[in-house]
């Protein structure tokens, strides 16, 4: 599978399900039980019921795909293609009324992704794309087809979209650019496809932070790196990934990895 002709849908009702499921969020922020999880990061009543509105919708459309959720785990056919869904990623920033959370939907099949859906709420964009359809953003200006910048040579203008776990081990010296943390992957991703970043960095993370922003970020004409040379790919089974992801245009990509340097696990708390 790799352009909408081969799904059993149309990406339009992906669409709609992700615009329920922002709704369903944004009624119920600032209205619902807060818990923190045993890796002391926070669940919210919003996180489960928006995740169960997704399967339930989502699962009409391909009743025989699989799911990956951040709350309900893996289900279904090991084999078989699988959502892979954040129902909101930035649980931190929707718990503290930050401005900037996002529902974040991708699928994904023998480690390749199918689609990206990444909505911001807050912010009334959605952002799509499917391999050979482009990537899409639609907000209250109109559809626009994205594109991502590349560049030869980084300013301290250019920005650089990281999270903490990436920032902190990292050696920034040789980078001659801006870091922004906006405390979800799913935004940065999105950011670094829309060409306001000229590119993300994550680490520390799963696949349900990165799968819905992936599609998209490719289709803008990005690739995606990990710094210790080895493959990326989506692999539902896999677990925290501790090798920094980068994902931008092919230039700027070696531009920051030749920055950066090879990563080196063994040291990986220094650097």
Same mark, same amino acid.
């Given at each position: 599978?790799?352009?909408?002709?081969?799904?059993?849908?149309?990406?339009?009702?992906?669409?709609?399900?992700?615009?329920?499921?922002?709704?369903?969020?944004?009624?119920?922020?600032?209205?619902?039980?807060?818990?923190?999880?045993?890796?002391?990061?926070?669940?919210?009543?919003?996180?489960?019921?928006?995740?169960?509105?997704?399967?339930?919708?989502?699962?009409?459309?391909?009743?025989?795909?699989?799911?990956?959720?951040?709350?309900?785990?893996?289900?279904?056919?090991?084999?078989?293609?699988?959502?892979?869904?954040?129902?909101?990623?930035?649980?931190?920033?929707?718990?503290?009324?930050?401005?900037?959370?996002?529902?974040?939907?991708?699928?994904?099949?023998?480690?390749?992704?199918?689609?990206?859906?990444?909505?911001?709420?807050?912010?009334?964009?959605?952002?799509?794309?499917?391999?050979?359809?482009?990537?899409?953003?639609?907000?209250?200006?109109?559809?626009?087809?994205?594109?991502?910048?590349?560049?030869?040579?980084?300013?301290?203008?250019?920005?650089?979209?990281?999270?903490?776990?990436?920032?902190?081990?990292?050696?920034?010296?040789?980078?001659?650019?801006?870091?922004?943390?906006?405390?979800?992957?799913?935004?940065?991703?999105?950011?670094?496809?829309?060409?306001?970043?000229?590119?993300?960095?994550?680490?520390? #993370?799963?696949?349900?932070?990165?799968?819905?922003?992936?599609?998209?970020?490719?289709?803008?004409?990005?690739?995606?790196?990990?710094?210790?040379?080895?493959?990326?790919?989506?692999?539902?089974?896999?677990?925290?990934?501790?090798?920094?992801?980068?994902?931008?245009?092919?230039?700027?990509?070696?531009?920051?990895?030749?920055?950066?340097?090879?990563?080196? #696990?063994?040291?990986?708390?220094?650097?």
């Amino acid at each position: 599978m790799n352009s909408q002709t081969d799904l059993p849908f149309d990406i339009s009702k992906v669409l709609l399900a992700v615009e329920e499921a922002s709704q369903l969020a944004l009624q119920l922020q600032g209205h619902c039980r807060v818990e923190v999880k045993p890796d002391a990061t926070f669940v919210t009543e919003a996180d489960k019921k928006v995740e169960l509105l997704l399967r339930d919708r989502l699962g009409k459309l391909a009743p025989d795909w699989s799911f990956l959720g951040e709350e309900g785990g893996f289900t279904g056919d090991p084999n078989a293609a699988c959502w892979v869904l954040d129902p909101i990623d930035g649980t931190n920033n929707f718990v503290k009324n930050l401005p900037v959370w996002c529902v974040s939907v991708g699928a994904v099949k023998d480690v390749e992704p199918l689609l990206g859906v990444v909505a911001v709420p807050p912010l009334g964009e959605v952002y799509w794309a499917v391999p050979g359809q482009g990537a899409w953003r639609r907000n209250a200006e109109g559809t626009t087809r994205l594109q991502a910048v590349d560049t030869d040579k980084l300013v301290h203008e250019d920005v650089v979209m990281c999270n903490t776990e990436a920032d902190q081990p990292m050696d920034w010296s040789n980078v001659t650019a801006s870091m922004r943390n906006f405390g979800t992957v799913a935004y940065h991703l999105v950011m670094a496809a829309s060409g306001n970043a000229c590119a993300a960095l994550a680490r520390g #993370h799963k696949l349900y932070d990165i799968a819905g922003g992936i599609p998209i970020c490719r289709e803008a004409g990005c690739v995606e790196k990990l710094l210790d040379g080895r493959e990326w790919k989506a692999e539902p089974h896999s677990g925290t990934e501790f090798t920094p992801l980068l994902i931008a245009k092919p230039g700027t990509s070696k531009l920051l990895s030749d920055a950066f340097g090879e990563w080196r #696990h063994n040291v990986g708390a220094t650097r």
